[in-house]
């Protein structure tokens, strides 16, 4: 586009932005009166041979211009009325006008404004009206019919052209607007489903912490004087705890990025189930015990990181309610997907849905996964979480 046409084209839109802004009947009012400068001149500047102009002239001029103040608010009442008095006007001041003008703007606004059944109605008016009323003037040429004609089919044309660019304008605001709330429903469901992962892996790794030093605390004073070497190695495991929970916490909450890109550990997944299992024996004198049957297969990272805080959870809640002495992890791998199992020999729920928070976190972050959680009694007592999360050959099946 040429530095000129820019130009042109800015102003154009900024003209176009400046009376859709003003006040209707402003601009209606000032379109009448330059209809009706436009009429009279003919009259006062009449060609040669034609009549001067007359009172009664100037009035019905004066009624082909001014019922366009209100073309907008009523625009098929101010078309009849132009209607009417242009035909009045031309017969009653022969020769006809050179252009209806007045007649030129409610065709255009009809196409613009009007319905489908009126525009039809004053366009085929119209044509029969100035093709009746050429007929009143001496000596008319062909070319004033067709230039009659011609140009009240360009105004009516042009109006018609002005109602689809708005209509089509209307559309794509309104889809703008469609897509902007949906942008703004995805961005806080996003936000809401963030939260919620966050909150869960804060809960899964302040539980499991806060659980093994409850064990280790709750031992250390019972053995510090017969003892001092295991004191001193519950002491140790609790801040051991502590230390891995704040290193978890602060890489969820973001505050060490810089740290992760200089080489930062990743959160936890699958490979690190060994290190967690080791770390809650030595801690709370669980027997923990991982078995693992089929091929491993590549996991999204999500789900890697589900794996590991579903263990999590369940070795907590086994910790903190089951009063277990052994549990047993056990990962079945399949082409489509993996089943985690996780079992205890403890005393098993207490009633249906025990384990509170931490079993809807496991539930949560099976589903968002992909996959599905389920936890109760098991086959031979104690407590059984079970889930089923796709690999990443089936992850996209299995979330839809």
Same mark, same amino acid.
């Given at each position: ?11 154009? %839109? ?13 601009? !209606? &009012?000032?379109?009448? =009166? ?5 009429? #009279? ?8 041979? !034609? ?10 001029? %004066?009624?082909?211009? $001014? ?12 078309? *009849? ?25 409610? @065709?255009? &606004? ?17 044509? $029969? ?24 089919? *360009?105004?009516? =044309?042009?109006?018609? @052209? ?13 889809? /703008? ?12 469901? =996003? ?19 806060? #659980?093994?030093?409850?064990?280790? %605390? ?5 053995? $510090? ?29 973001? $505050? ?70 052994? %549990? ?12 985690? &199992?996780?079992? !205890?020999?403890?005393? +098993? ?6 384990? +509170? ?9 099976? =589903?968002? *996964? ?10 031979? +007592? ?6 089923? @999360?796709?690999? /990443? ?8």
């Amino acid at each position: 586009m040429s530095p000129q046409s820019s130009v042109a084209h800015s102003w154009y %839109a900024r003209l176009d932005t400046r009376l859709r802004t003003a006040n209707p009947y402003v601009v !209606d &009012t000032a379109l009448a =009166a330059l209809v009706l400068f436009a009429v #009279s001149l003919q009259w006062l500047f009449p060609d040669e041979g !034609d009549d001067r102009l007359t009172w009664q002239g100037w009035l019905l001029g %004066a009624a082909t211009a $001014v019922p366009l103040v209100w073309r907008r608010r009523s625009p098929f009442g101010t078309a *009849c009325a132009v209607s009417v008095t242009s035909p009045a006007m031309a017969i009653y001041h022969a020769p006809p006008p050179d252009v209806v003008y007045g007649g030129l703007v409610v @065709l255009y &606004t009809m196409g613009a404004q009007g319905r489908p059944w009126q525009r039809r109605v004053m366009l085929f008016g119209w044509i $029969v009206g100035v093709t009746l009323t050429m007929q009143h003037k001496e000596g008319a040429r062909p070319f004033e019919y067709a230039f009659h004609l011609m140009t009240i089919v *360009c105004a009516y =044309a042009l109006g018609v @052209l002005t109602h689809v660019q708005r209509a089509y304008t209307a559309e794509l605001e309104d889809r /703008a607007r469609r897509l902007e709330r949906e942008h703004a429903a995805d961005t806080a469901r =996003a936000t809401a489903q963030e939260r919620a992962r966050i909150a869960r892996d804060m809960h899964d790794i302040l539980a499991h912490a806060v #659980s093994l030093m409850v064990v280790q %605390a709750e031992a250390g004073p019972v053995v $510090v004087r017969s003892d001092p070497a295991r004191a001193e190695a519950a002491f140790e495991a609790i801040a051991g705890a502590g230390r891995d929970a704040m290193g978890q916490l602060r890489r969820i909450l973001g $505050v060490l990025k810089e740290e992760q890109r200089q080489g930062t550990s990743p959160q936890p997944g699958v490979t690190a189930l060994p290190d967690l299992l080791r770390q809650v024996g030595e801690s709370t004198g669980l027997h923990v015990e991982l078995r693992t049957t089929g091929e491993p297969r590549p996991l999204p990272p999500d789900t890697g990181i589900a794996v590991y805080r579903v263990v999590q959870e369940a070795l907590t809640n086994t910790v903190k309610h089951a009063y277990a002495s052994s %549990a047993t992890v056990r990962l079945d791998w399949t082409e489509r997907e993996l089943t985690l &199992t996780v079992t !205890d020999n403890g005393r +098993g729920p207490s009633a249906p849905g025990d384990g +509170g928070h931490g079993l809807i976190g496991i539930r949560e972050r099976a =589903a968002a *996964c992909g996959g599905t959680a389920e936890a109760g009694r098991g086959p031979d +007592g104690g407590f059984r979480v079970v889930v089923r @999360l796709p690999v /990443a050959a089936g992850r996209q099946a299995a979330l839809g």
